[in-house]
């Protein structure tokens, strides 16, 4: 399915730009350009063309591994991609990392007492932290931990070739405005999940009356149980992750694709668009393949395909 579903995204993608009024000829150009001016500049672009033309141009290039060349700066697409990508890809690492290795802790002991405090500060902290969007999030982190104390910068990014620390400065407020959000989803559902095994599960009833103690019972037991549904909706996030770093990486100033795709959008550069969203559309079509894939690691009854 992998195939029809990146087909479809393309075209979806290369239709909606289409609707978009105006094209990269008259961002160039400017509001002051001439209709003969900016016809000249789409003829030298290759926009003359019809839409469908273009589309099956980029595609037959795209197949091949060359996704082309951007329209406003004229470089190579794979060369920006390059350049950005790294940043991109250690904001959702960092963010995807640390709520995961955070919520699954939390949850546990959470889990272990229902009702206690561990489980009522935990499920204040995930409402609030559900009921705040990532870039309200992400300036009010930048007002206290920027403005107020200090300890972060606001804004700009430093390369791992820089420093470890210096790098890990740069990029530690945008991954806690995706990560936080995530580590209050996941701990939440995780935190049910678990609450509902411990109650209703004729295994979890088996255990206890065979004397296995209430952790052994929850790590051992529920928690594989569980890691079912967390594993499905984390790779259901990954894709909503990646999506959040456009609105991010424009708050921080940071190179990564989601900033390089409102650019390319905002001057109808739509080679480089469809890059970025191919790009965002493969790393969620491999997140659900690696999520069915560990269904099979987890459970050994499932297996894919006939035998």
Wanted: aromatic share 8%; with cysteine; net charge negative.
């Amino acid at each position: 399915m992998a195939i029809p579903i990146m087909l479809g995204v393309t075209v979806l993608t290369f239709w909606v730009l289409s609707l978009i009024p105006g094209n990269a000829a008259q961002q160039l150009l400017g509001p002051e350009a001439t209709p003969e001016d900016i016809a000249l500049l789409e003829q030298q672009l290759g926009l003359d063309k019809p839409g469908v033309v273009r589309y099956l141009e980029w595609l037959q290039g795209a197949v091949t591994g060359d996704l082309g060349q951007s329209i406003v700066s004229r470089q190579p697409v794979s060369e920006i991609l390059s350049q950005r990508l790294p940043v991109t890809g250690e904001i959702v690492l960092l963010a995807f990392v640390v709520s995961l290795v955070l919520a699954i802790p939390v949850a546990l002991l959470a889990a272990h007492k229902p009702d206690g405090v561990m489980d009522r500060i935990s499920m204040v902290v995930s409402t609030l932290g559900l009921s705040v969007a990532n870039y309200v999030l992400a300036l009010l982190l930048v007002l206290v931990f920027a403005v107020t104390l200090g300890w972060l910068p606001a804004i700009g990014f430093v390369p791992l070739e820089d420093g470890l620390w210096p790098n890990l400065r740069s990029m530690i407020l945008p991954s806690a405005a995706i990560g936080l959000p995530l580590f209050c989803f996941y701990t939440r559902f995780l935190r049910g999940d678990l609450v509902d095994q411990m109650q209703q599960e004729e295994y979890v009833t088996t255990a206890r009356a065979k004397g296995v103690g209430s952790w052994s019972v929850l790590i051992k037991h529920a928690f594989r149980n569980s890691s079912f549904g967390l594993i499905t909706i984390v790779g259901l996030n990954l894709g909503a992750l990646i999506g959040g770093t456009v609105i991010i990486e424009q708050i921080f100033a940071l190179p990564g694709i989601g900033q390089m795709l409102l650019q390319a959008i905002n001057t109808r550069d739509f080679v480089v668009v469809q890059a970025a969203v191919v790009i965002f559309a493969l790393v969620a079509v491999l997140a659900n393949l690696i999520v069915d894939l560990l269904y099979a690691v987890l459970d050994p009854r499932i297996r894919y395909g006939s035998s």
